[in-house]
C-alpha cells in the first residue's frame, strides 16, 4: 500500500450539491428555498433562539441564584518557573515589573504568583499574593516577600 494507492471507503464521499444549475438538475430556480418568505432571501432567516415573536424560552424561565462572575476582582497568575526565566538575581519583583516583563498581560486588580516550578535566583517579591509553596522556595533561594496589605 502506498500514498497514491489510498482511496476513501465506497460511500465515504458525495457529490457537491450545485445549486441554481438549470431546472433539469433539480435544484434550479429557486435553488431548494421554496417560493417567497424570509428564508428564501439571501441573508434571511431568524436568530437563534427566536420563537416568531413567542416570548423565547430563556425569558419565560426564573431567574435564581447568585453568579459572583461580575463582582470578582480579576486576579492574574504567575509561577515561580516563569519568574526564574524572566528575572536576574536580585531583582524586584513587584506588579508593574510583571507586566514588563509581559508576564501579565491585561488589566488585574492584583497578581499572584504560585508554586510551580523552581527558583535558583534571589528575587524580592513585592506588592504580590504569594501561596504557600511559592514563598516557601522564594525564601529557600535566598529571596523574601512582602506581601500587599
Known amino acids: 500500500m502506498n500514498l497514491h494507492n489510498l482511496k476513501p471507503r ?3 464521499k458525495h457529490r457537491v450539491k450545485r445549486l441554481g444549475c438549470g431546472e433539469s438538475s433539480g435544484l434550479g430556480k429557486t435553488s431548494g428555498r421554496g417560493h417567497k418568505g424570509q428564508k428564501s432571501r439571501s441573508g434571511g432567516g431568524v436568530r437563534p433562539g427566536f420563537e416568531g415573536g413567542q416570548m423565547p424560552l430563556h425569558r ?3 431567574k435564581r441564584g447568585f453568579n459572583n ?3 470578582q476582582d480579576k486576579i492574574a497568575v504567575v509561577n515561580v518557573g516563569s519568574l526564574d526565566d524572566r528575572f536576574e538575581d536580585g531583582a524586584t519583583v513587584t506588579m508593574e515589573s510583571l507586566k514588563e516583563a509581559r508576564l501579565v498581560k491585561g488589566t488585574y486588580v492584583t497578581v ?3 508554586g510551580e516550578g523552581d527558583l ?3 528575587l524580592t517579591v513585592e506588592g504580590c499574593k504569594v501561596s ?3 514563598k516557601e522556595k522564594i525564601e529557600k533561594a535566598g ?3 512582602v506581601e500587599a496589605s
Open 143 to 145: 529571596g523574601s516577600v
Open 60 to 62: 419565560r424561565l426564573p
Open 120 to 122: 535558583s535566583k534571589k
Open 69 to 71: 462572575t461580575r463582582f
Open 10 to 12: 465506497p460511500g465515504a
Open 132 to 134: 504557600s509553596s511559592a
Open 112 to 114: 499572584k504568583v504560585l
